[in-house]
């Protein structure tokens, strides 16, 4: 049973900087595509970030790029989020999600969910 566990969620200024990461237990990674997720209060989840079970190939949703940066170490079963010049507009609860397939920034394509961590960004 694949398990996702998130962290390095926290409060931060605007303009800040952010590393979540996600460790799974149960299975190995190498073969999940891995993606970031995030749901803002009152509003529909919104793909962030995804990367293919390689790390060759990556996507960003347009209210990311440039900011954020995506990155898997397969060997550590972990993927994590860099996320730099962080804005108001970011805070969210962010979920790390896999599925077996390639990248994806649809919320509803992934099977494997983690708990989710909060980002706050104050202005």
């Known amino acids: 049973q694949l398990q996702l566990v998130e962290s390095g969620g926290g409060l931060v200024q605007s303009g800040g900087s952010l590393r979540l990461s996600c460790t799974a237990s149960?299975?190995?990674?190498?073969?999940?595509?891995l993606a970031w997720i995030r749901q803002a209060p009152g509003k529909e989840r919104e793909g962030v970030s995804c990367?293919?079970?390689?790390?060759?190939?990556?996507n960003y949703a347009d209210s990311v790029k440039g900011r954020f940066t995506i990155s898997r170490n397969n060997a550590k079963n972990t993927v994590y989020l860099q996320m730099n010049s962080l804005k108001p507009e970011d805070t969210a609860i962010y979920y790390c999600?896999?599925?077996?397939?390639?990248?994806?920034?649809?919320?509803?394509?992934?099977?494997?969910w983690g708990q989710g961590t909060q980002v706050t960004v104050s202005s």
């Open positions: 999600v896999a599925r077996y397939y390639g990248c994806s920034l649809s919320p509803n394509e992934y099977q494997h």
């Open positions: 149960g299975v190995t990674l190498d073969y999940y595509s």
């Open positions: 990367i293919t079970s390689n790390g060759g190939s990556t």
